[in-house]
């Protein structure tokens, strides 16, 4: 594998360390040329420093009191005993309930030295449906006191509320209004009609609106969000605070009882809760879930999971469903997924490794996913938007897909890419049924599949609401570009657009807004279609076909299967002197989304963020490099959190309308020669700016500038 360009993208710390960052850099590969590593792909999982509490004993009970009496000071690290060369074992008798903590992190001695697994005395579900016991549980809301004033729409970040009340700078916030999706899939979207629910992807979608979001900027009734909403609320939306944040498991194995028990436990949940993780941590034998998480920019950082436990998908006795999803990330946004290992060459009894549903904004960046029986990283059809797998290693099993994005019974999936990844095997290596919004593929190696490359079909609309366009059924918004396609096999094709079958309410017999370019195609098959799009002209056009190649036993023999040609098509240099219409670039030709680069224009372009006014101002150094206070009072600037080496930081301090405010810097902040001290403007109204720079190594702020009375 050290020969493909997936490989060697990433850079990972292998331990945790107390007091430090855990860093992470991803590089993205665009057109086979490797790029510097930037801000949005660094991740940054803390090791928790401050007073460690030790766990004392080897049970649930120790855990959960070390947990208890680490988040009643404040926060903290629950240390676990063991090393390589003396493992220790902790025998849990129930769940270690962390759902009222806030940073505090459990940690162990490393993945071989410490194991959290379930006594014998505790019994798992069988597999016959329900709920399994957790082993560790973290996450938990409160309802706002306010609520929404106006409705939100996809791209808003100002939101309007009937109170404040309660809500501050830094807070995240969820929001769920989506229907349940229960019964048969007819029935749901039967359900769905009567309701007069709306689902449009060239819209709003509002089956299954669900998102949380974090608080940057409060104004009068007016609150700011750090993302544009991906999805449409109404004002009967009942918001929900997070208050369990910064918690996470380090450096220990968490398993079920042995690789022979059949009883089902849900390892590590990290539930709604916000800035989380599980890191360094190899998680087995569970037989349901490894890990959940639903909250906001949760992390799952350098896990391996070889082994889900004796019970597989269609094992006799169990519920198919009990099986399914080792990794289930719903109801949340921003998680992340990176160095991860998934999976057991040669062993296919696992369904799938990662499953999401009601996400956004989800990135899989630098992991490895081995045998799937049926999808490595999956979206299940509910209208989840913005998810990059990236710089990946897939190997599904013969009838597994390595990416699956809509469902074909449920619906659609949201905006997609996937980006240099490598997929070695499977029988589509890449599937994406109902995925109407956007299909990016972009300088993948895609080969030795048995079916397709890439198997996508369209969405047809019901007519809910009356604001579907029927010129728009059909419509993927697919790009595949600069992807390298290979089989040995005689059956398999590339590019291949189903027809579908309309009566569900969703496919659609024909595709539109295609564009297929760069592409090398190699295939043993002769008669085999490296483009296949299916259905008539009046169904399937709009697409654009150039500078593509296709070999068959080393010599050039481009061929596609194609509905007959009309104006918007276009067909250019793919080997066969066939030449027709002109290109015409589209909007959703994108080859990132906005907000991958959102982190960065936040922390590097200096949109302003206003800070909460008290008696001691604090500053999220991750949220901005520009922040702006009104002073009501005499005040004092606490050090910042959240810092990156090099940063530099502008403060906007604005007197208000009494004036002759003054404010103190906290110890960290250091001054020099030039600029010996600082003091405030005392004129009413007139603001004050004072920037530093913060080093990680000195754990300081040096002042680098003052500019005083405008």
């Known amino acids: 594998m050290t020969v493909d360009k997936w490989d060697g993208c990433a850079w990972r710390d292998s331990t945790v360390t107390a007091g430090t960052t855990y860093d992470y850099f991803v590089t993205a590969v665009v057109g086979g040329i490797e790029l510097p590593a930037t801000q949005h792909a660094q991740i940054r999982v803390s090791g928790s420093g401050g007073p460690v509490f030790t766990a004392n004993g080897t049970t649930r009970a120790a855990i959960q009191a070390a947990g208890d009496a680490a988040n009643a000071a404040g926060g903290g690290v629950v240390q676990l005993a063991g090393t390589p060369s003396a ?79 309660g809500l501050a ?71 929900q605070r997070i208050v ?42 569970t037989n349901a879930k490894f890990i959940a998480t639903k909250g906001y920019r949760n992390r799952i950082v350098d896990v391996d999971g070889p082994d889900g436990g004796a019970a597989g998908y269609g094992s006799a006795g169990t519920d198919g469903n009990t099986v399914k999803y080792r990794v289930l990330a719903e109801e949340g946004a921003n998680l992340t997924m990176v160095g991860c290992v998934w999976g057991t060459s040669g062993d296919t009894h696992q369904q ?75 029988f589509d290596a890449l599937y994406y049924p109902e995925n109407p919004r956007s299909t990016i593929v972009l300088d993948c190696t895609l080969r030795n599949f ?61 595709v539109k807004d295609i564009v297929i370019n760069g592409n090398s195609f190699a ?59 002109s290109r015409s670039v589209q909007p959703w030709e994108v080859e990132s989304f906005a907000w991958e680069g959102y982190d960065t224009v936040m922390s590097s372009n200096g949109m302003p963020v206003t800070l909460t006014d008290a008696p001691v101002i604090t500053t999220d150094a991750s949220l901005s490099n520009h922040f702006r206070v009104t002073l009501g009072g005499n005040r004092l600037l606490a050090n910042p959190t959240n810092a990156t080496d090099g940063q530099k930081v502008i403060w906007e301090i604005i007197q208000d309308a009494t004036g002759n405010r003054s404010l103190s810097l906290d110890s960290a902040f250091t001054f020099g020669t030039t600029i010996p001290s600082f003091t405030t403007t005392a004129t009413p109204n007139r603001r004050d700016f004072l920037g530093a720079v913060y080093n990680a190594t000195t754990a300081r702020w040096y002042v680098l500038a003052v500019a005083k009375g405008y």
């Open 87 to 165: 493992p220790v074992t902790y025998a849990l008798d129930g769940m270690v309930d962390g759902t009222a903590w806030s940073n505090v992190v459990i940690r162990g001695g490393g993945k071989t030295a410490t194991i959290i697994q379930p006594a014998p005395s505790w019994i798992g579900n069988p597999g016959s449906g329900g709920v399994s016991p957790t082993l560790i549980r973290f996450g938990r809301t409160v309802n706002t006191a306010g609520s929404l004033a106006a409705a939100i729409n996809p791209g808003d970040r100002t939101t309007q509320w009937t109170s404040v009340a």
């Open 352 to 426: 799938s490794w990662m499953t999401g549903e009601f996400m956004q904004r989800v990135v899989v960046r630098h992991s490895q996913f081995f045998d799937t029986l049926s999808h490595a990283v999956n979206e299940h059809g509910t209208g989840s938007r913005y998810w990059l797998v990236e710089n990946c290693y897939f190997h599904p099993g013969p009838n597994g897909r390595a990416v699956w994005h809509g469902n074909g019974s449920w619906g659609f999936s949201g905006e997609t890419i996937t980006r240099n990844c490598l997929v070695d095997g499977g």
């Open 169 to 239: 700078v830094g807070d995240v916030i969820k929001f769920n209004q989506r229907q349940p999706q229960t019964g048969d899939p007819n029935t749901f979207l039967a359900r769905c009609r009567s309701l007069g629910i709306v689902h449009d992807p060239t819209g709003m979608d509002d089956r299954f609106p669900c998102e949380t979001n974090e608080i940057v900027a409060i104004s009068g009734t007016s609150v700011t969000f750090r993302y544009p909403f991906a999805c449409h609320f109404t004002t009967s939306v009942v918001p």
């Open 523 to 581: 295939q043993a098959g002769q008669f085999r279609s490296a483009v296949w799009l299916r259905g008539d002209s009046t169904q399937t056009n709009r697409f654009q076909i150039f500078d593509n190649s296709r070999t068959y036993l080393g010599s050039p023999a481009w061929r596609a299967t194609l509905p007959a040609l009309v104006p918007g098509d276009y067909l250019n240099n793919n080997g066969d002197g066939v030449t027709y219409g």
């Open 450 to 510: 048995s079916n397709t490359a890439l198997w996508i079909n369209g969405w047809a609309g019901s007519g809910i609401g009356g604001i579907q366009n029927p010129a728009n059924y059909g419509s993927i918004k697919l790009v595949f570009r600069r992807n390298t396609v290979s089989t040995t096999l005689d059956t398999g094709y590339g590019v291949v657009s189903d027809q579908g079958v309309p009566t569900t309410g969703y496919q659609y017999l024909g």
């Open 244 to 285: 369990c944040s910064r918690v996470g498991v380090e450096r220990c194995t968490v398993q079920g009882k042995s690789s022979t028990n059949m009883e089902f436990f849900w390892g590590v949940d990290l539930g709604d809760s916000a800035f989380s993780h599980v890191a360094d941590v190899l998680v087995r034998w």
